[in-house]
């Protein structure tokens, strides 16, 4: 019998809160059978979602929570104050070991705020990225960091840079994946001072396979598996990426409608065209982990549907067969062992 995967959902966090987090609850309760879902939030509200379903009651569970942390508030603060909010209780759950991983579409500033405070980071690790999958033409590359770290310093990145590998070889089944440092140009002596500190330390390193530079314009062609660079840049790449996916699929969408001759293709192409835009849909690809801590963290779009949650449940259930955490773990100590 294979071992279950307990993970603990923030049911209050995110736009579309509770109804879209108990369905997506719901929902991978039918797509993956080694799950247990915790659902965090205001018991009565959670409980009233989830009467609308049918479902196997041992494999969800309401965990009370009286407070929700709002995506305005001060997020130290929030995490310091709201002891029985929705985030604070299932990093606990994740911390004290009753849950393998805690997922939420709330307020980004307190999940990585929580992160670090609650579930903490593990020895070794300077600073937990953020880390999202995202589709390229070759299939999907991993953008590190997109969110944590803005001020990041060259020994940051290549930890990033580490973390990412292993994630990429052995969640997605990438052999030996490429690692490319963001730039604005190809050459080494080109960018910015972080990344002209950083490229020699990546060159360096014998546990990733560093191709060097890779420019915006390259990312969404899959040069590299794995794209780092500090949170900043990997922001505005991320939204940018997600704005522009969203434009294209919507011009093509209202093109094919606008004639007879357009209309009676659009059928035609219909199957191909569903498979294409489904493969440039942010939620197919689940949620952005937070690596480097001693638990697993995901953090969701804010706008998540159920398709999104869903998703991000199963990648948690990969994640912990997988063993990413102590994988990491491993060479993070390894890194530190070399250099004492």
């Known amino acids: 019998?294979?071992?279950?995967?307990?993970?603990?959902?923030?049911?209050?966090?995110?736009?579309?809160?509770?109804?879209?987090?108990?369905?997506?609850?719901?929902?991978?309760?039918?797509?993956?059978?080694?799950?247990?879902?915790?659902?965090?939030?205001?018991?009565?509200?959670?409980?009233?979602?989830?009467?609308?379903?049918?479902?196997?009651?041992?494999?969800?569970?309401?965990?009370?929570?009286?407070?929700?942390?709002?995506?305005?508030?001060?997020?130290?603060?929030?995490?310091?104050?709201?002891?029985?909010?929705?985030?604070?209780?299932?990093?606990?759950?994740?911390?004290?070991?009753?849950?393998?991983?805690?997922?939420?579409?709330?307020?980004?500033?307190?999940?990585?705020?929580?992160?670090?405070?609650?579930?903490?980071?593990?020895?070794?690790?300077?600073?937990?990225?953020?880390?999202?999958?995202?589709?390229?033409?070759?299939?999907?590359?991993?953008?590190?960091?997109?969110?944590?770290?803005?001020?990041?310093?060259?020994?940051?990145?290549?930890?990033?840079?580490?973390?990412?590998?292993?994630?990429?070889?052995?969640?997605?089944?990438?052999?030996?994946?490429?690692?490319?440092?963001?730039?604005?140009?190809a050459e080494e002596e080109k960018g910015n001072a972080l990344v002209k500190e950083t490229f020699p330390l990546l060159k360096e390193e014998k546990d990733i396979n560093f191709i060097g530079s890779v420019e915006a314009r390259e990312i969404p062609h899959g040069q590299a598996d794995v794209v780092v660079c500090e949170a900043f840049a990997g922001n505005i790449i991320l939204k940018l990426y997600e704005g522009v996916g969203s434009v294209l699929i919507s011009k093509v969408k209202s093109g094919l409608m606008t004639s007879l001759r357009s209309k009676i293709g659009a059928l035609l192409i219909k199957p191909a065209l569903r498979s294409t835009l489904k493969s440039f849909d942010a939620s197919e690809y689940g949620g952005a982990p937070l690596l480097g801590l001693n638990g697993l963290v995901v953090k969701t779009h804010g706008s998540a549907k159920a398709k999104e949650v869903t998703n991000t449940l199963i990648q948690c259930v990969t994640f912990k067969k997988q063993k990413i955490n102590e994988k990491i773990r491993e060479s993070i100590q390894a890194e530190v062992k070399s250099a004492e």
């Open 1 to 185: 019998m294979s071992e279950i995967t307990k993970i603990a959902l923030d049911a209050m966090g995110g736009d579309n809160a509770p109804g879209e987090m108990v369905k997506g609850a719901i929902d991978a309760l039918g797509r993956e059978k080694d799950i247990k879902v915790f659902l965090i939030g205001k018991e009565e509200v959670v409980n009233a979602e989830l009467s609308q379903y049918t479902y196997d009651k041992e494999r969800i569970e309401v965990v009370n929570a009286t407070e929700v942390i709002e995506t305005a508030e001060p997020p130290v603060n929030a995490i310091r104050k709201k002891k029985d909010s929705s985030i604070v209780v299932g990093m606990k759950m994740v911390k004290e070991g009753r849950a393998d991983a805690f997922v939420s579409a709330g307020s980004s500033g307190a999940i990585l705020v929580g992160g670090q405070v609650i579930v903490g980071r593990i020895k070794g690790v300077e600073r937990p990225p953020l880390a999202p999958l995202i589709p390229t033409e070759k299939g999907v590359s991993l953008l590190i960091d997109c969110g944590a770290n803005v001020d990041a310093r060259p020994s940051h990145l290549v930890q990033f840079a580490k973390m990412g590998s292993i994630y990429m070889e052995h969640v997605l089944g990438i052999q030996n994946p490429k690692v490319g440092i963001v730039n604005i140009g």
